[in-house]
């Protein structure tokens, strides 16, 4: 399964490579790879911020971006103690 996995990912990097050489100038599947990731740190940065300036509580922001095999769906008593419903 790992395998599979990895050679599907190595395809898909390829894909991107092609549609993106001329857009974001993107050579190489490691530039890529590079470039998800720095912008995934850009944007989880950007959606905890959002949510701390906003009086969420920084542990429940931190919390929404775990990584889960199923939908999470925080009860009521959570998003209350967390700060995002209010009376």
Not at 58 to 63: G, T, Y
Request: aromatic share 14%; with cysteine.
């Amino acid at each position: 399964m790992q395998q599979f996995l990895c050679h599907y990912l190595f395809r898909c990097l390829n894909a991107l490579t092609n549609q993106w050489r001329e857009y974001e100038n993107l050579l190489t599947p490691c530039d890529i790879a590079s470039w998800l990731y720095h912008d995934t740190l850009h944007e989880t940065a950007a959606q905890l911020e959002f949510m701390i300036e906003r009086g969420v509580d920084p542990l429940f922001a931190i919390e929404t971006k775990k990584y889960r095999p199923v939908i999470w769906f925080p009860s009521r008593a959570e998003l209350e103690a967390a700060g995002i419903l209010r009376d």
